[in-house]
Nanobody
Framework: QVQLVQSGGGLVQAGDSLRLSCAAS????????MSWFREAPGKEREFVAT????????YYGDFVKGRFTASRDVNKKTVYLQMDNLTPEDTAVYYC????????????????????WGQGTQVTVSS
């Protein structure tokens, strides 16, 4: 079992920045890849970013367009999502998740290939 505990988020204005954190604990040995997703009201959960524990490689959803940066601190077993130049369209509940190792050690934008999920954190961006 892997536990993911998120922190950060909140209410900000357009153009502001936020940093989300996701601390992993438990049996993390097989968690090669950590991802961020978000779910806006009335929309499906969508892929935001992924980061590899091993070397910090990152991949992003097309909408990010250089505004978000995913990173990890191996010693703290924590991943981060730095979000800059936020817009109201970024308003959503953000989730971190660890990819199911049964699918291998590559990255994936699909929710069903992620096994453990954080509790979610609300990000609200006002105009």
């Amino acid at each position: 079992q892997v536990q993911l505990v998120q922190s950060g988020g909140g209410l900000v204005q357009a153009g502001d920045s936020l940093r989300l954190s996701c601390a992993a604990s438990g049996r993390t040995d097989n968690t090669y890849v950590m991802s961020w997703f978000r779910e806006a009201p009335g929309k499906e959960r969508e892929f935001v970013a992924t980061v590899f524990w091993s070397d910090g490689r990152t991949y992003y959803g097309d909408f990010v367009k250089g505004r978000f940066t995913a990173s990890r601190d191996v010693n703290k077993k924590t991943v981060y999502l730095q979000m800059d130049n936020l817009t109201p369209e970024d308003t959503a509940v953000y989730y971190c998740a660890s990819r199911d190792p049964r699918y291998g050690s590559t990255w994936s934008p699909w929710t069903y290939e992620h096994l453990y999920w954080g509790q979610g954190t609300q990000v609200t961006v006002s105009s």
